[in-house]
Each structure stands twice: as structure tokens, then as C-alpha cells.
């Protein structure tokens, strides 16, 4: 029988191509993300290669998302991939200019989310066991500090470290966990952090060959599918264009 990826934040970018990538193998799919619309555009594509169950979800919303996983159709029921990838950043600016609104809103959405997304689906994961796999999306920006990341490169830094804590508690279940760190990419990222300024989007993404969604479907379904006696701790991935940065020096 088919196994069952549970994608969150499938309406763009990673999450649908990963969706696509999953499809292709023949997986069952439980797909979400806020736009209805879009969602039944999947549904209605997807639904020819494999069979598909979508749902609109806002991951901050903790009651809704145990709906969900309650409510599951039985056959989606028996998941055994869980990919942790609706997120967002929202603005570049120093600290003190920032939005505390936004600042609640990552956090709301890339840690409160994905924690309550993942104790959810906890009990169907470790009944799946050996095989079953937990692939959290986080970022580069959890690794490096970068001005104007403040907040965000915070949530990033979380998944991380909820990463391994979660394998270490997982250890003897079966079930993996892997965070999977991109740095640039070109999806609707930057369209969101900036309030859908389209020429900063161009210019960061100009002549860079960032990192693609088809990039991260790849090396997320090769996660999903590695031998079940491997686990891959963090993956961090980046473009050949792009690398460090001098250490900032401020001089009196
Ligand atoms: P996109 O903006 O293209 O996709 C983000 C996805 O997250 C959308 O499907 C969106 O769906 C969903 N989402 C956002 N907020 C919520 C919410 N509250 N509830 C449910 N779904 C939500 O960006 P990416 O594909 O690039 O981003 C995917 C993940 O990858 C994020 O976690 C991001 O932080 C991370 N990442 C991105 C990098 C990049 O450079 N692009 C690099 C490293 C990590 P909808 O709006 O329909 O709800
Ligand atoms: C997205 C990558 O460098 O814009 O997580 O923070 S970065």
C-alpha cells in the first residue's frame, strides 16, 4: 500500500513542489495551506496521479489543526511523512524598526505551528515507526545571523534545535527527524517578507541561479525515502552563488 506525506504550506513554492515530487512517486498526499482556491487547483491536478485529500489550514490555529489530523479520512489516515514547511519571514528592517505584530506572526506561524502541527500527528507517526519520517523545514537564516533577520533567523534557529531534541526523544520509536536548511531560493519567500514588492524580489534573485522548489522536493523526498536505519540530523543547502560574509566591525 502506498505510504501517506502530510505537506503543510503546499499551496507554493517548497510545499508544492513537494507535493508535484510525491505525486510523481505515488504517495498518498494530505495537503494544506490557507488558499482554498489554490488547493483545489492541486487537488483537481494531483488527483490524476495519486489519490490527494487537501484541507485549508492556518497552522497557527491550534484547534483547527487537531481537527484536521482528527478528522483525517481513514484512508489518509496512517501517515508516515510529515513535512513541517509552512513559514514565512515578514521584513528586512534593524530591530527597533520592526513590527512586533510581524514578530508575533512568525513565531506564531514557525514555531507555534509547527510544534502543534507536529504534536498532532505524533501518535499516527510513531505507530508507522521504523521508516516513518518527520522533515522540518528550516533555514540557513538558523544558522547565520544576518542584519534585519532578527526574528525570523530566531524561529529558524528553534527548528533546529526542536529538531534534535524531538530525535533524541524519538530514539527507539523508529521515527526520523531531519531539519533541511536552504539558503537563497526563489519562490513566493520574498514576495511575503516585503509586502509583495516585486522588483526587490527580482534584484535578489537576478543572476544569482538560486536554489529552486524542485531543488528542495528532491532532497526532501530523497529524505523521505533513505533506507530506515538512516537518519539525517541537518542538511544545509545553498546555492554555489552564494556564500559568508565578512565579520561586521564597528569602530569608535
Ligand atoms: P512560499 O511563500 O512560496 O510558501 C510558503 C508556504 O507556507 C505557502 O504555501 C503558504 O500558504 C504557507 N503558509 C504561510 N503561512 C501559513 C499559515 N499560517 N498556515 C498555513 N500555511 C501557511 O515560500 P517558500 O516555499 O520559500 O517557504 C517554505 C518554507 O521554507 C518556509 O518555512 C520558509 O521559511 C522556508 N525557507 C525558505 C527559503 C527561501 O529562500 N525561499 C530558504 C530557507 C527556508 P498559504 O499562504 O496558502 O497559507
Ligand atoms: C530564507 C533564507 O537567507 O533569506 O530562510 O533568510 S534567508
Given at each position: 500500500?502506498?505510504?501517506?506525506?502530510?505537506?503543510?504550506?503546499?499551496?507554493?513554492?517548497?510545499?508544492l513542489a513537494c507535493a508535484e515530487r510525491f505525486a510523481r512517486a505515488g504517495w498518498k498526499l494530505v495537503l494544506s495551506g490557507r488558499r482554498q482556491e489554490?488547493?483545489?487547483?492541486?487537488?483537481?491536478?494531483?488527483?490524476?496521479?495519486?489519490?490527494?485529500?487537501?484541507?485549508?489550514?492556518?497552522?497557527?490555529?491550534?484547534?483547527?489543526?487537531?481537527?484536521?489530523?482528527?478528522?483525517?479520512?481513514?484512508n489518509f489516515r496512517e501517515v508516515h511523512c510529515l513535512v513541517n514547511n509552512a513559514g514565512l519571514?515578514?521584513?528586512?528592517?534593524?530591530?527597533?524598526?520592526?513590527?512586533?505584530?510581524?514578530?508575533?506572526?512568525?513565531?506564531?506561524?514557525?514555531?507555534?505551528?509547527?510544534?502543534?502541527?507536529?504534536?498532532?500527528?505524533?501518535?499516527?507517526?510513531?505507530?508507522?515507526?521504523?521508516?516513518?519520517?518527520?522533515?522540518?523545514?528550516?533555514?540557513?537564516?538558523?544558522?547565520?545571523?544576518?542584519?534585519?533577520?532578527?526574528?525570523?533567523?530566531?524561529?529558524?534557529?528553534?527548528?533546529?534545535?526542536?529538531?534534535?531534541?524531538?530525535?533524541?526523544?524519538?530514539?527507539?520509536?523508529?521515527?526520523?527527524?531531519?531539519?533541511?536548511?536552504?539558503?537563497?531560493?526563489?519562490?513566493?519567500?520574498?514576495?511575503?517578507?516585503?509586502?509583495?514588492?516585486?522588483?526587490?524580489?527580482?534584484?535578489?534573485?537576478?543572476?544569482?541561479?538560486?536554489?529552486?522548489?524542485?531543488?528542495?522536493?528532491?532532497?526532501?523526498?530523497?529524505?523521505?525515502?533513505?533506507?530506515?536505519?538512516?537518519?539525517?540530523?541537518?542538511?544545509?543547502?545553498?546555492?554555489?552563488?552564494?556564500?559568508?560574509?565578512?565579520?561586521?566591525?564597528?569602530?569608535?
Amino acid at each position: 500500500m502506498a505510504n501517506t506525506a502530510f505537506i503543510t504550506g503546499a499551496t507554493s513554492g517548497f510545499g508544492l513542489a513537494c507535493a508535484e515530487r510525491f505525486a510523481r512517486a505515488g504517495w498518498k498526499l494530505v495537503l494544506s495551506g490557507r488558499r482554498q482556491e489554490r488547493l483545489d487547483a492541486l487537488a483537481a491536478r494531483l488527483g490524476e496521479q495519486c489519490p490527494v485529500h487537501t484541507q485549508a489550514l492556518d497552522v497557527r490555529d491550534t484547534a483547527a489543526v487537531q481537527a484536521m489530523v482528527a478528522g483525517l479520512p481513514e484512508n489518509f489516515r496512517e501517515v508516515h511523512c510529515l513535512v513541517n514547511n509552512a513559514g514565512l519571514a515578514l521584513g528586512t528592517a534593524p530591530a527597533p524598526e520592526c513590527s512586533l505584530e510581524e514578530w508575533h506572526r512568525m513565531i506564531d506561524t514557525n514555531i507555534k505551528g509547527l510544534t502543534t502541527v507536529t504534536h498532532s500527528l505524533l501518535p499516527t507517526l510513531i505507530a508507522r515507526g521504523r521508516g516513518a519520517s518527520i522533515i522540518n523545514i528550516g533555514s540557513v537564516a538558523g544558522h547565520w545571523p544576518y542584519p534585519g533577520g532578527n526574528t525570523y533567523c530566531g524561529t529558524k534557529a528553534f527548528v533546529e534545535q526542536f529538531s534534535y531534541a524531538l530525535r533524541s526523544d524519538l530514539q527507539g520509536s523508529g521515527v526520523r527527524v531531519s531539519c533541511l536548511a536552504p539558503g537563497l531560493s526563489e519562490s513566493e519567500f520574498t514576495l511575503v517578507r516585503t509586502g509583495g514588492d516585486q522588483a526587490a524580489h527580482d534584484t535578489l534573485y537576478r543572476g544569482a541561479d538560486p536554489i529552486q522548489p524542485e531543488d528542495i522536493a528532491e532532497t526532501v523526498f530523497w529524505l523521505a525515502s533513505l533506507p530506515p536505519h538512516l537518519n539525517v540530523n541537518s542538511l544545509e543547502l545553498m546555492p554555489v552563488s552564494q556564500s559568508w560574509s565578512a565579520f561586521s566591525i564597528n569602530r569608535r
